[in-house]
């Protein structure tokens, strides 16, 4: 490959950039600012990056954009549904209340302001915050650009370590919207950026890698181990982001392989250790993040979900977002809701737990997940089963809504990791589940999951009152919050870090049984 460079141009949007020959048209999209939807990670099995090649005439056609590459000047039109939407509401907001006396670090100025940024690999929230008093200024949520290069973490890491740029990309990505929205911010607050002095980060393992421009490459191969484990402070302008110039940005710190930052930052919100005893702590996502505290000792693991809970793989599956049905119950027929008061196109994460529990309890589903035809259904119910276009079992909830057999498959794969996950953790710190004092579900996801669905379908802990379980929103930014105000609750974090056990759940001879266990659906 030569240095020559070759035209892309984007319709409708009207971009052009220059790439090497060899770029892949989702490459191209991602420089020229046009986020592409990729919920399965750029892997060409879902279909929903659809773009059609105008020119070159001998290449005119339809093709995926995260498989295509580009060998010549081409113009690309990307259609309105291939491009990735809003992403509905950005949990900003988190249950658990603090009252921080601020440490008086800022005694010069009247003006003193932090911000508290959380960087999930789908979103990101920040928060302005007066350094004086504590109080929240302002707070803004929007989706993380990292998507346009992958959806998740995987394809980044990939990115990172294959494409000589990669890193380089992604990182400029991610720190160019973290000052839009300090920009953002400081208008709203209708204040200067020197009058922000310090930036709080918590994000998972590859997003703080990322941000802060170090190689992730050990988080994609065995024995999956971050370069860092401990706190990162570095000054912002290194990272060429311009508050106060005495600003510092503060990392929160990782406690192995794949639990990051957000997680220390999740436990020092919730003061874990303080918490009745044994407590289950749970981020559920792409990754499963589990925490398990008990006698003082912590443990935590993350597990492999995989991205069905973020539509991909699933038949008509979408992110949380205009068009997603997004609550399903059974009455005598099948009732949903359908965000922004739309048309249903699609169904999100909360929707699909819903939908396989009520199948579950009909008894449509087995407990091993195949698709059945009981007797004595209510009749519209009962119409409701039919056979797909694979002349397989399929469960009708409109005209553009089907689950699948296989959609029922991928739910099972993505619940029986978080429960095997749940399982050994909970073996490992000799802990029953009926046992369990509380169970903290952190993370915007977790938000809009119902108590009795998640454990029916034994996503949850099915053995314990619903009471126990708590869903505490974004503890990742109420924990970057407190670090802003308090030396002694940036110790606290760091100290919950260090004492945490990091159990590798890919290594563990058990798991493999644990999740075959799992696949199987609570009777």
């Not at 070159?56 to 000047?73: N, V, Y």
């Not at 928060?127 to 980044?156: C, F, M």
């Not at 990392?251 to 436990?267: E, L, N, R, T, Y």
Request: aromatic letters at 4%.
């Amino acid at each position: 490959m030569d240095g020559h460079q070759i035209k892309v141009t984007f319709q409708p949007q009207g971009r052009t950039v220059y790439v090497l020959p060899g770029t892949k048209i989702i490459e191209a999209a991602a420089l020229a600012g046009v986020i592409i939807d990729t919920p399965c990670g750029g892997l060409g099995t879902c279909g929903k990056c659809k773009v059609t090649i105008i020119q070159p005439e001998e290449k005119k056609g339809e093709c995926l954009a995260c498989q295509q590459a580009i060998s010549e000047d081409t113009i690309v039109e990307v259609p309105k549904n291939s491009l990735l939407a809003g992403l509905g509401k950005v949990v900003v907001d988190s249950d658990i209340i603090h009252n921080i006396v601020p440490d008086e670090k800022y005694v010069e100025s009247d003006l003193c302001f932090g911000v508290a940024v959380d960087v999930g690999t789908t979103t990101i929230a920040a928060s302005l915050v007066n350094l004086k008093n504590g109080n929240e200024i302002a707070v803004l949520g929007g989706h993380n650009p990292q998507i346009s290069y992958g959806d998740d973490v995987i394809s980044r890491i990939k990115l990172a370590s294959d494409s000589p740029k990669g890193l380089d990309h992604l990182q400029k990505a991610i720190i160019k919207k973290v000052k839009e929205m300090i920009d953002n911010l400081c208008r709203l607050a209708v204040i200067e950026r020197k009058s922000i002095y310090e930036i709080s980060i918590a994000g998972n393992t590859a997003m703080e890698h990322l941000l802060c421009g170090i190689d992730p490459s050990p988080l994609g191969q065995l024995p999956f181990e971050p370069v860092w484990h401990g706190a990162v402070k570095i000054k912002a302008s290194e990272l060429n982001i311009e508050i106060n110039p005495n600003g510092i940005i503060y990392v929160f710190p990782v406690i192995g392989g794949f639990v990051g930052g957000d997680i220390s930052a999740g436990m020092l919100a919730v003061d874990l250790l303080n918490q009745p005893q044994p407590v289950l702590m749970i981020d559920i996502g792409t990754n499963g993040e589990i925490v398990v505290v008990k006698d003082g000792k912590i443990f935590a693991a993350s597990t492999a979900a995989g991205p069905a809970f973020e539509g991909a793989g699933i038949s008509c599956g979408m992110r949380a977002m205009a068009g997603a049905v997004e609550k399903i119950k059974f009455e005598d027929d099948c009732i949903y809701s359908v965000l922004g008061n739309a048309k249903p196109s699609g169904i999100c994460g909360s929707a699909l737990i819903d939908i396989a529990s009520e199948l579950l309890s009909a008894g449509i589903v087995d407990i091993t997940g195949r698709i059945v035809k009981p007797e004595n259904l209510p009749p519209k119910i009962a119409a409701r089963i039919i056979t797909d276009v694979n002349d397989q079992p399929a469960f009708y909830i409109d005209k553009k809504v089907v689950i699948t057999q296989r959609d029922v498959r991928q739910i099972q794969l993505a619940v029986g990791a978080i429960r095997a996950g749940i399982t050994i953790m909970l073996k490992k710190a000799g802990v029953q589940s009926s046992d369990l004092q509380r169970v903290l579900v952190a993370g915007g996801f977790g938000s809009f999951i119902r108590r009795n669905h998640a454990q029916r379908i034994g996503l949850l802990p099915a053995d314990i009152h619903h009471e126990k379980i708590s869903f505490i929103g974004n503890t990742s930014l109420a924990g970057a919050k407190m670090t802003l105000l308090s030396t002694a609750a940036m110790k606290k974090a760091e100290t919950l870090a260090a004492q945490s056990e990091h159990i590798e759940l890919s290594a563990d001879f058990d798991f493999q049984n644990e999740f075959a266990n799992a696949m199987i659906f609570p009777g």
